[in-house]
């Protein structure tokens, strides 16, 4: 498949010469650039490039332990799949208005999640969740787990592109689902308690 045509995936009806495009080559290095900037601005933010217990595991899914957000696949994993189901939605809806290639959607999308990752990060935001949550031991995430969260996002990406909308949203609700009764947290609730923090929502996650 041509650079051509790979810009063009889902470009629906409109016409290639009004797409902004970018090339297989440059979507790459604009992915791998924007990953590496996020990674070494949390790194100067004095975040731990690998778990603080010396090792990288690849899962790890005990939500209460001070190895969460440390590893490379954890309980919130599939919340940054959703986001690039959700990314890639949204995308779409505005490139029916702003003709955009599939390749510059991704930079946008994985720009945004690598945005949210070292804002995140920050002391305001995690001092907000130990507040508001039930993330009482949460001091920030790994580089390494950021990484990881923005690799799954682009993975998300990619699975909405080629699925069906129908089956998009079946497995975004059914992780949520899965994720929510599992910890009694997922995407949903995670917003919910950063924007709107309900107590009624905290006791219930506190097993109350």
Not at 52 to 80: M, R
Not at 112 to 126: L, Q, R, Y
Not at 143 to 170: C, E, H, K, Q, Y
């Amino acid at each position: 498949m041509t650079a051509a045509h790979w810009s063009c995936i889902d470009a629906g009806r409109m016409r290639p010469s009004r797409i902004m495009t970018l090339s297989r080559a440059q979507t790459g290095l604009l992915v791998t650039g924007i990953v590496a900037a996020a990674a070494l601005i949390l790194y100067l933010m004095g975040h731990p490039l690998i778990c603080k217990c010396g090792y990288v595991k690849l899962w790890h899914f005990d939500v209460q332990s001070a190895e969460n957000s440390q590893h490379l696949i954890d309980w919130y994993t599939p919340s940054h799949i959703i986001h690039g189901f959700l990314f890639y939605g949204l995308l779409w809806l505005v490139s029916r208005f702003v003709p955009l290639s599939f390749g510059m959607r991704l930079v946008l999308a994985v720009a945004v999640e690598a945005s949210w990752e070292v804002v995140e990060n920050t002391d305001f935001v995690i001092n907000h969740y130990r507040e508001m949550t039930i993330s009482l031991d949460y001091y920030g995430d790994s580089v390494i787990n950021s990484v990881s969260d923005i690799l799954f996002m682009v993975l998300g990406f990619f699975l909405a592109a080629r699925m069906p909308v129908w089956l998009t949203v079946l497995i975004a609700v059914a992780l949520e689902v899965f994720i929510g009764a599992m910890i009694r947290d997922n995407l949903t609730l995670n917003v919910l308690m950063f924007v709107w923090p309900l107590d009624s929502v905290l006791q219930w996650q506190q097993g109350r």
